[in-house]
């Protein structure tokens, strides 16, 4: 029974994910998600309790759905620089399907002025990707492949840029030459961030 | 009669703006605008005739209001590298207030799924800033400031990149150095675009 409601509960959370990548987290209601999936209104109510509850377990959903797909197969790339590219490369997958990558992202500037318990799953799964990222590259520098100075949450921070330049030039502008800027864009981030070759 | 029309017009927008800023460009109806202003629904109506004609309105209202306060005072600084510091200063400005720049922001990221006329809009918007910076980068190179082999729309995807990162460090994860991280993340971009000195 427990194990049955568990993979109820799974199958309208990513009904949830898709009907959430069509009106926005903000617009995601109970009312609405049952009329999208044809569940009734009430059983909806008695998983999740209110609409809050359903953003925060969407977001969740999503991050989770996020870490399957892109950080745990990345990490078992080897230590270092070839792990950095691994998360960047399974992003970019990621980032380029119509799945759940823009629920979170679209999120982050939907929610970023509404307190509440939404803003503060997604402000946790924000941080967990920056961190992830930070620590990629304070791996790569202990592996010797990235510079001592570098900063890693910089690193972090201007990685992370890239990946919204490459949400909006792809998603909104259209620009055929979106997925090539980001790959030039990401070899240069890793060329600035090598040690240096010794002359 | 025109002139007071254009005056009310323009300060339902002003409203509308900060409006939208509260519960996004989505969720901007003229009836829920009537509520917050305490104007008439059909005043409203008479203005701009549908919720899809008020989004048009106050997307162009708040990227006038950027192009103000952003575009055309950096455009008045030297030629070149000036100009470009000029740019992600005032933008830089910009972002850390509470105003409009969030609305195209967050908007960039909540419509880029929706066709429709809101949507076509901020393409321009966007379209016009990312311009806007692979203009002035050109122009750096044309001064002798920039390398020659610099892609200048390389260089206005990282630039925004930058600006998003910042966005979301700054009013998602109230990352304390949001703004000394963009500052540096910069300076790292101008290095990177510079005239190497020869040796």
Not at 65 to 85: I, S, T
Not at 132 to 148: C, D, K, N
Request: hydrophobic letters at 45%; charged letters at 25%.
């Amino acid at each position: 029974m427990a194990r049955s409601s568990e993979a109820t509960r799974h199958n309208i959370l990513s009904c949830a994910i898709d009907h959430a990548a069509k009106v926005g987290l903000s617009g995601l209601t109970i009312g609405g998600l049952a009329e999208a999936t044809h569940l009734s209104k009430s059983g909806l109510f008695a998983h999740f309790g209110s609409k809050e509850a359903l953003q925060v377990s969407v977001i969740e959903a999503a991050s989770e759905r996020f870490v399957e797909e892109v950080v745990r197969p990345a990490l078992k790339a080897p230590r270092g620089e070839p792990r950095v590219v691994q998360l960047f490369e399974r992003w970019l997958s990621w980032a380029l399907q119509q799945s759940a990558g823009c629920i979170l992202t679209a999120a982050s500037f939907e929610l970023d002025d509404q307190p509440g318990p939404a803003r503060e799953a997604l402000v946790k799964s924000e941080r967990d990707w920056l961190d992830t990222l930070a620590q990629a590259a304070r791996i790569a520098q202990r592996e010797g492949h990235f510079r001592a100075d570098l900063d890693p949450e910089d690193f972090a921070f201007d990685l992370h840029g890239l990946m919204l330049s490459t949400h909006t030039a792809a998603r909104l502008v259209r620009d055929p030459s979106a997925y090539d800027r980001a790959k030039r864009s990401f070899s240069r981030l890793l060329a600035a961030s090598r040690i240096p070759p010794t002359p």
